[in-house]
């Protein structure tokens, strides 16, 4: 019986990586978003578009957008999703097995880890990017809870609400052999659009002061090993500084603004969701 139906069953995760490509617009969003790696998302969409025949995506200006065959297997795999948790919700299992998704500043990664208990973290799904980024998930509803940085003390969408917020002082840092000859240009170590690259650059040209992009990268920690290689300059919140990096206190630097840490939440969260945010407002001094 298994070997009768197992070449025309299309599992539910395949059905899953369909309705998050078409909410997301992207593979690449998407495979953020579900947890999985670009290659195992495309594979999947292959495999579905072998049984159903055809493609049913097709990249345009904005990202990928369905076909007319497309949008058909859309509609079943939506149809097929709902009938699912309803199912699990017979037997109760739905609000339990559903890991709250939250969206985490990589700034903030190692504190988390050292704040949550493995067990803790179980029923948990954790997506780390830049500040920019997770905000735009919590407006988009890729993730239920968001900490991140921000130049601004208000919601980012009428459908997050700020749950706890701090001021995080920030200084620039630099490695403890870095020297900048006279005159020359401030090297910084950033990746435009990120907070942190806003805070540089305003204070940089408030006092018209010269600097150039020695590093770009995305990834917050490999802007750390730029740091500690000697390149250039960034700014950090000052409580996060490793002990590999010094605060430049040099007189030429401008002070940066203040951003403010947020803890935020979709407001429409579940229980499980409000249980997780006393827990995380409860520690979140020490993230």
Known sequence: ??????????????????????????????????????????????????????????????????????????????????????????????????????????????????????????????????????????IDGFVDIGIYLSLSDTPPDPMVEVVDQRDDEVAWVRSKDFT?????????????????????????ERKGMIYRIAFSSPDFHTRIEAAKAGIGLTVLPKRLVPSSLMIANEYYLPTCATPRMLLCARNDGGVKSTKLLETLRSRFNNI
């Open 1 to 138: 019986m298994h070997r009768r139906y197992q070449g025309s069953s299309i599992p539910t995760e395949i059905m899953r990586s369909v309705v998050g490509i078409s909410e997301t617009g992207s593979i690449t969003k998407a495979a953020k978003v579900l947890g999985l790696s670009q290659p195992a998302i495309s594979s999947q969409i292959k495999r579905i578009e072998h049984v159903v025949g055809g493609s049913i995506f097709q990249k345009s200006a904005n990202g990928s957008a369905a076909t007319e065959l497309g949008k058909l297997v859309l509609i079943q795999a939506k149809k097929i999703l709902e009938a699912n948790d309803q199912l699990l919700m017979l037997r109760g299992g739905a609000p339990d097995d559903t890991p709250i998704r939250i969206g985490l500043s990589n700034i903030y990664s190692r504190r988390m880890m050292e704040v949550f208990s493995k067990a803790e973290m179980t029923n948990i799904s954790i997506y780390a990017d830049n500040s920019a980024e997770i905000a735009k998930c919590l």
């Open 180 to 204: 900048l000859s006279p005159g020359a240009p401030i090297p910084l170590l950033t990746w435009p659009g990120q907070i942190m690259h806003e805070l540089m650059v305003h204070a940089l």
